[in-house]
């Protein structure tokens, strides 16, 4: 009998997210991208998403710039295959979806001052 493999999670940039000041700061800034470059937003309540892969936290959160987002198909596989690289992870940014299944989570380490946010795809 053949032992069954894991899949290997596929990684993938999801999106940057930069801490704002203040929600003023947040809305100048989403006008300068719109003014620039024409991109369209979506206010979320706590961001501003522009062109989908950047978000404007409106008030600063963890990490000294914010988060890099990394997608996986697998966030189970995903946290496995970095714990095995010696990433940790913070368990209490740890957010479940109503049926238990792990959503997202925040890695413990900053790369480059920035914290890094694990969503599933």
């Known amino acids: 009998m ?11 940039f999801s999106h940057l997210g930069m801490n704002m000041s203040s ?15 024409d991109f369209p937003s979506i206010d979320t309540g706590k961001s501003v998403i ?13 990490g000294k ?7 996986t198909d697998n966030i189970e596989a995903a946290m496995d295959d970095l714990v095995s690289k010696g990433v940790h992870f913070d368990e209490t940014t740890l957010v479940r979806r109503t049926d238990g299944v792990i959503q997202s ?13 694990l969503p599933r795809k």
């Open 2 to 12: 053949q032992k069954e493999t894991k899949k290997a999670p596929s990684y993938t």
């Open 23 to 37: 929600e003023a700061s947040c809305m100048e800034t989403r006008e300068q991208f719109k003014k620039a470059f």
């Open 50 to 62: 522009v062109e989908g892969s950047l978000e404007l936290l409106k008030k600063a959160e963890s």
């Open 65 to 71: 710039y914010r988060h890099i987002g990394i997608e």
């Open 105 to 117: 989570v925040y890695l413990r380490e900053r790369f480059g001052g920035f914290a890094v946010h």
